[in-house]
T-cell receptor
Framework: AQTVTQSQPEMSVQEAETVTLSCTYDTSESDYYLFWYKQPPSRQMILVIRQEAYKQQNATENRFSVNFQKAAKSFSLKISDSQLGDAAMYFCAYRSAEYGNKLVFGAGTILRVKS | KAGVTQTPRYLIKTRGQQVTLSCSPISGHRSVSWYQQTPGQGLQFLFEYFSETQRNKGNFPGRFSGRQFSNSRSEMNVSTLELGDSALYLC????????????FGPGTRLTVL
């Protein structure tokens, strides 16, 4: 079974600075997808970024980028120029390419942004 | 395009009762998945439906069931509620069951007293 580990329960960053959230996963599959979701206090889960395992190039969405290391099974999220609105719980998630839409989530990292 | 909607948003029930939660996916989306979120267990997959068929099921007791209608709307039912069923229940939709990204609804907060 696949597992996702987020080893940082909580992180803090100063506004306008950069922060990196860590995620590692365990799988025997070669084809899969990885996601970062953000959950603000409203509890609405919002997709931040997605990475296909077959792509070597790291995904980027504006201020958000990932460092995907397939051999190390690592998938970290970098947030540049942090804003107050980035404060939320961030979840790393794994999805098999074979077994439908089941997402396996990590425990989450609370990100606090200081002004 | 309207997002995923879930009703009701909040629900209070007592032990032993049953409850039905509803999820309307984004227009055109045919796949619906359900997740339970609790402080202790985190986010856990319940089940996935596509074209009215359950494709995948998580490790939950038979008290948890679901269905999907021809218009892709989905319901999940929990019978004989237990205190531990108190959770945020999230629904997510996607175009189909393969490759596609899931988009989440705002959730239904269930409290069991």
């Amino acid at each position: 079974a696949q597992t996702v580990t987020q080893s940082q329960p909580e992180m803090s960053v100063q506004e306008a600075e950069t922060v990196t959230l860590s995620c590692t996963y365990d799988t025997s599959e070669s084809d899969y997808y990885l996601f970062w979701y953000k959950q603000p206090p409203s509890r609405q889960m919002i997709l931040v970024i997605r990475q296909e395992a077959y792509k070597q190039q790291n995904a980027t969405e504006n201020r958000f980028s990932v460092n995907f290391q397939k051999a190390a099974k690592s998938f970290s999220l970098k947030i540049s120029d942090s804003q107050l609105g980035d404060a939320a719980m961030y979840f790393c998630a794994y999805r098999s390419a074979e077994y439908g839409n089941k997402l396996v989530f990590g425990a989450g990292t609370i990100l606090r942004v200081k002004s | 395009k309207a997002g995923v909607t879930q009703t009701p948003r909040y629900l209070i029930k007592t032990r032993g009762q049953q409850v039905t939660l509803s999820c309307s996916p984004i227009s055109g989306h045919r796949s619906v998945s359900w997740y339970q979120q609790t402080p202790g267990q985190g986010l856990q997959f319940l089940f996935e439906y596509f074209s009215e068929t359950q494709r995948n099921k998580g490790n939950f007791p038979g008290r948890f069931s679901g269905r999907q209608f021809s218009n892709s709307r989905s319901e999940m039912n929990v019978s004989t509620l237990e205190l531990g069923d108190s959770a945020l229940y999230l629904c997510a939709s996607s175009l189909g069951p393969v490759i596609d990204t899931q988009y989440f609804g705002p959730g239904t907060r269930l409290t069991v007293l």
